[in-house]
């Protein structure tokens, strides 16, 4: 039985579903995603899914927590925040999240991104190798940093702000020099409002001290690993829809400067 809602939006399967069709099993090779970009835009910073069922379709991604405490990062199957000051620590799995989104890492594609190089030279590379129409994209960078710059927000309590307002709260760090991860996933243009089009960067250290949301990076060598989808499953918190294309300059413009790196 198909119990989510399968719409085609330009050659992307899109399935929408509800908290309760979770258990019914789901697609490998499918990205996941908990809530929308927008709804979090418009302060839904309430927790909806567990890190326990998060954890379930998938062990690569980033997201934030309940009350936009801090950022996320999930690597190999590990789930950790970044606090305001971008100290890390392993998230309890009955947490809940507002937003996150996950994929179940089994990369297509390794390349050696060379370098020493800025953050704006590394995602032309990463956009040249991975493919264009049609298909979601996650991926890691593992290598080592000269710095990142990275930010975290910190804990917000109701009545919420829009998160345009938060951003002006946020706490920017460097990170490094050191070794680590960059997760990241690009969505097409399109998907604005749905997810955060472009790209979107975490990172966290090979210690599993310190990461962020990135804003900037400078990498001295490094090798990407990618996966590409052409189905994208989205669990919708009750009253939350499926936004997607056309949105306001107003909220183009917040999300370009509460979540674009750069
Ligand atoms: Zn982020």
Request: with cysteine; proline share 7%; aromatic share 10%.
């Given at each position: 039985m198909t119990v989510f809602e399968e719409q085609m939006i330009k050659s992307l399967h899109v399935r929408s579903m509800s908290e309760t069709d979770l258990s019914e099993g789901h697609d490998h090779a499918a990205l996941f995603q908990s809530s929308t970009i927008s709804a979090l835009l418009e302060g839904r910073y309430d927790g909806d899914l567990t890190f326990r069922q998060l954890a379930e379709r998938g062990d690569t991604g980033l997201g934030t927590l309940d009350g936009l405490d801090g950022e996320m990062i999930a690597l190999d199957g590990l789930f950790y925040r970044a606090d305001i000051e971008g100290r890390v620590s392993e998230i309890d799995p009955s947490s809940r999240t507002p937003f996150a989104v996950v994929v179940e890492f089994d990369p297509d594609l390794?390349?050696?991104?060379?370098?020493?190089?800025?953050?704006?030279?590394?995602?032309?590379?990463?956009?040249?190798?991975?493919?264009?129409?049609?298909?979601?994209?996650?991926?890691?960078?593992?290598?080592?940093?000269?710095?990142?710059?990275?930010?975290?927000?910190?804990?917000?309590?109701?009545?919420?702000?829009?998160?345009?307002?938060?951003?002006?709260?946020?706490?920017?760090?460097?990170?490094?020099?050191?070794?680590?991860?960059?997760?990241?996933?690009?969505?097409?243009?399109?998907?604005?409002?749905?997810?955060?089009?472009?790209?979107?960067?975490?990172?966290?250290?090979?210690?599993?001290t310190r990461g962020g949301h990135v804003m900037d990076f400078r990498i001295l060598e490094g090798t990407l690993s990618a996966e590409s989808s052409s189905i994208l499953e989205v669990e919708l918190p009750p009253g939350v829809d499926l936004t997607c294309g056309d949105l306001a300059g107003e909220v183009h413009d917040a999300i370009e400067r509460a979540e674009r790196p750069g």
């Open positions: 390794v390349s050696d991104i060379g370098g020493p190089g800025k953050m704006s030279t590394v995602l032309e590379k990463v956009a040249a190798v991975l493919p264009e129409d049609g298909v979601v994209s996650a991926f890691r960078i593992d290598g080592r940093f000269e710095s990142v710059l990275a930010r975290s927000v910190p804990k917000q309590k109701r009545p919420y702000r829009p998160l345009v307002e938060v951003i002006a709260s946020q706490n920017m760090f460097e990170i490094g020099p050191c070794t680590g991860t960059l997760i990241g996933f690009r969505f097409p243009e399109w998907s604005e409002g749905l997810e955060v089009a472009g790209f979107h960067l975490h990172f966290i250290d090979e210690d599993r």
